[in-house]
């Protein structure tokens, strides 16, 4: 089992900055690829981002060149910095954990946090 918590989600002015992150425990951490989602109302959940255990990355086409994914793994800690915020960015945004990256491009996640509501006012 691999237990995630995401922290830094708030209300920020379209424009700004806000840098999520997920604390992972559990299993090794740099065994998996880790990943971001994000669901908005009436809508279902996206990809965002992942990151491979050795640092290659993947973006939705909506969020490059505006959101970076990084981990930590001696802090068993993932990021994601989102700059350039609009108000289409607004979501609970979720972590998720999984073997193979290509998981998570697909949409999928073995194991998930409970997410963090990021709003993005106009």
């Known amino acids: 089992q691999v237990q995630l918590v995401e922290s830094g989600g708030g209300l920020v002015q379209a424009g700004g900055s806000l840098r999520l992150s997920c604390a992972a425990s559990?299993?090794?951490?740099?065994?998996?690829?880790m990943g971001w989602f994000r669901q908005a109302p009436g809508k279902e959940r996206e990809f965002v981002a992942a990151?491979?255990?050795?640092?290659?990355?993947y973006y939705a086409d909506s969020v490059k060149g505006r959101f970076t994914i990084s981990r930590a793994n001696a802090k068993n800690t993932v990021y994601l910095q989102m700059n350039s915020l609009k108000p289409e960015d607004t979501a609970v945004y979720y972590c998720?954990?999984?073997?193979?990256?290509?998981?998570?491009?697909?949409?999928?996640?073995?194991?998930w946090g409970q997410g963090t509501q990021v709003t993005v006012s106009s």
């Open positions: 990151i491979g255990w050795i640092g290659t990355s």
């Open positions: 559990g299993r090794t951490f740099s065994n998996y690829a």
């Open positions: 998720a954990a999984d073997r193979l990256i290509a998981t998570m491009t697909k949409g999928g996640g073995d194991y």
